[in-house]
């Protein structure tokens, strides 16, 4: 049998799995797919009386929204049709009538699959076209300079990057309005507000000045951010895997004590001058733990230090107010001249720990220095960050700071988006397909959905299976339930503990292997890194293609052997 089915799978002829293909699209299209198109155009048509343009970030709301509506739609059209399809053919007899021709089983399957999903990527392709217009449509707005506003300021007022001699307001469009800020020229821009600026230039007509804004810039945007690997550094200045638990049961980020030598340090590679040129753009997103209140509306102060790691050579780069939970941008200049310079000495003792210790440059030191001749190694770099304030703390995570080295195309990564659902609905049709060979066509559509549930959730059973979950595995979380334990403390020896322990250990062998043939799709969603505006990279794109490829195999030749038992196929 195994000799048989291999001959019919590598025997198939593309001209009738092409013929098959098409049949399934024109099927699809007579139960009225287009239906799903149409209520997608009306949706968007409304989603305008709902979506509030002056959200505090607009873009992830419109990106959200138009990812996750296209999602449904298609993931639920695709199930519908993958799982009922050959199951309504076996009732309706038109299955009978194709086999007795000559076509092979396999091209069967594989035409039913190929053509749900070429209905669906020509649905998603029209669906993401129309979308990415809906964005750009929806953002689209200008501000005008308020007359009367502008006022001459003094160079401290100024942002660091701009010749400014006025300062003033705009308009409130889309519930907000922006800071005004022209050089001499009367050339500038409406600062960053929601997101986004707006580029203003001075037109002189017929005597009188007038300014143009332009449309908002900065919002839609894909960067291809440069990660460094995070260690942290004990209020002693000991090296550390992790930072000061402040009792957050979010574990994610560790925490920076303010007003100590405590520090986050991140090591950087590849940081060269041909890379970021005359700056540095750094990006931080950053938590706050505060031991006292003091004044809610103060910030906390931080520094940023940028340390050669072979020389110990550590300069202050810049003191900052920190923003939390919202990117916070700086500029590092090339030419730097930091009031603090000294040594940062990296000594290891017996027991291999690592601690700094700071010594003061005597000779030698510089007015001026360079960020890539001076404080870099073959192109790596250190960046550390400390509070600054005494009883507040700096939560940090390693992706939580990055130098910003280019921006990729927002429009790219908008179809980036568009191909993480296409990989889902590949999913969607190759096990809808496959059930469908063997189950009736509600039945295939529940196994389906099934999967695909456990796939969400197949980051969790594989902690739950390696004992990796607080609280112990389910017979034991159940136990904590009903005496309420809490999940940290040992529950007390005895039989009881005994045997739920022995049972976990035998499910938590059932879930590991469950887990391991569930597809991951979590995974293939990409909607917060085009709504956050980063850069879906093509090592993403690959790793998570040939996944659902490899899955897609499968699931053809396992719905092929289930098809070949039936009996249409005898």
């Known amino acids: 049998m195994l000799s048989a089915a291999a001959s019919d799978l590598f025997r198939m002829s593309p001209r009738r799995v092409a013929a098959l293909t098409w049949l399934s699209v024109k099927d699809s299209i007579r139960r009225r797919v287009v239906v799903v198109f149409i209520l997608f155009v009306v949706v968007l048509l409304f989603a305008g009386w709902f979506l509030d343009p002056g959200s505090d970030h607009p873009l992830r709301l419109y990106i959200t929204f138009v990812l996750t509506t296209t999602s449904y739609l298609v993931l639920l059209l695709m199930l519908f049709l993958s799982s009922l399809s050959i199951p309504n053919d076996l009732k309706n007899k038109t299955l009978h009538t194709v086999v007795t021709k000559p076509v092979r089983l396999s091209e069967i399957v594989l035409g039913r699959m190929l053509g749900f999903i070429g209905l669906g990527t020509l649905l998603l392709a029209v669906m993401a076209f129309i979308s990415y217009f809906f964005v750009a449509r929806g953002l689209a707005h200008v501000h005008d300079v308020v007359p009367g506003s502008l006022r001459a300021i003094s160079p401290s007022e100024a942002p ?34 929601q997101d986004h600026f707006h580029r203003v230039t001075r037109r002189d007509q017929e005597g009188e000045v007038a300014y143009e804004v332009g449309q908002p810039e900065g919002m839609r945007i894909a960067r291809v951010p440069v990660y460094g690997k995070l260690r942290f550094l004990d209020r002693q200045r000991n090296e550390t895997e992790t930072g000061t638990n402040v009792g957050d049961e979010w574990t994610y980020r560790s925490y920076i004590e303010g007003g100590t030598l405590g520090a986050g340090a991140w090591t950087f590679d590849n940081v060269t001058e041909s890379r970021f040129s005359d700056r540095i753009q750094l990006e931080m997103t950053l938590g706050v733990f505060r031991t006292h209140k003091g004044d809610i509306e103060q910030t906390i102060a931080g520094v940023v230090l940028l340390r050669n790691p072979k020389t110990g050579l550590t300069v202050e780069a810049k003191v900052f107010k920190s923003r939390e939970f919202s990117t916070d941008v700086h500029y590092l200049a090339r030419k730097l001249m930091p009031q603090s310079v000294y040594l940062l000495n990296r000594e290891e003792n017996a027991d291999g720990k690592v601690r700094y210790v700071r010594e003061e440059i005597a000779d030698g030191r510089k007015a001026e220095y360079d960020v890539f001749e001076d404080l870099t190694d073959n192109g790596t770099l250190e960046i550390w960050l400390q509070c600054l304030d005494p ?131 979590g995974e293939f969603n990409c909607a917060n890194y085009v709504a956050y505006g980063f850069n879906i990279s093509s090592d993403w794109i690959a790793q998570r293609g040939l996944t659902a490829l490899g899955f897609a195999v499968v699931l053809f030749v396992v719905g092929y052997f289930f098809l070949k038992t039936r009996e249409v196929a005898r």
Not at 170 to 186: A, C, M, T, W
Not at 450 to 477: D, N, Q
């Open 160 to 193: 660091d990057r701009f010749d400014v001699p006025m300062k003033g307001a705009s308009s409130v469009v889309n519930k907000h309005r922006h800071d005004v800020v022209l050089d001499s020229e009367g050339r500038g821009r409406l600062e960053m507000e």
């Open 391 to 521: 009883g507040q703390f700096f939560g940090v995570a390693q992706a939580d700071l990055y130098l910003r080295a280019r921006d990729a195309s927002f429009a790219l990564n908008f179809v980036k988006g568009y191909f993480g659902i296409w990989m889902q609905m590949v999913l969607v049709v190759g096990f809808g397909v496959m059930f469908s060979t063997f189950l009736s066509g509600p039945i295939a559509m529940v196994a389906t959905v099934g999967m695909l549930l456990g796939g969400f959730f197949r980051g969790f059973m594989l902690k739950l299976a390696l004992g990796e979950t607080y609280g112990g595995g389910p017979v034991e979380s159940f136990i904590r339930m009903l005496t309420q334990d809490n999940v940290v403390s040992d529950l007390p020896e005895g039989l009881r503990t005994t045997v739920a322990q022995t049972i976990d250990a035998v499910l938590q062998v059932g879930l590991r292997a469950v887990a391991q043939i569930l597809p991951p799709f």
